[in-house]
């Protein structure tokens, strides 16, 4: 199982592909490729507006995986 960057954020312009065996996998391997590649689109953000993102975030890319 397999997700790419730019499909959980169009137009980033990333090509990291975040693999795994299941949808967990897949998904931690994605949380935390965000968290150190990604990290500036988060900064200036409150601590509400970073949780709510990170919800939203989980949200969407687990859901890009069960489409699978």
């Not at 931690?28 to 949780?51: F, I, P, R, Y």
């Amino acid at each position: 199982m397999q997700l790419l960057c730019s499909d959980v954020v169009p137009g980033l312009g990333c090509d990291y592909v975040a693999h795994g065996d299941d949808a967990a996998e897949v998904h931690a391997a994605m949380v935390a490729h965000g968290a150190e590649v990604h990290s500036a689109l988060m900064e200036g953000k409150t601590s509400e507006e970073m949780a709510r993102a990170k919800e939203e975030m989980d949200d969407y890319i687990l859901g890009l995986l069960s489409q699978d």
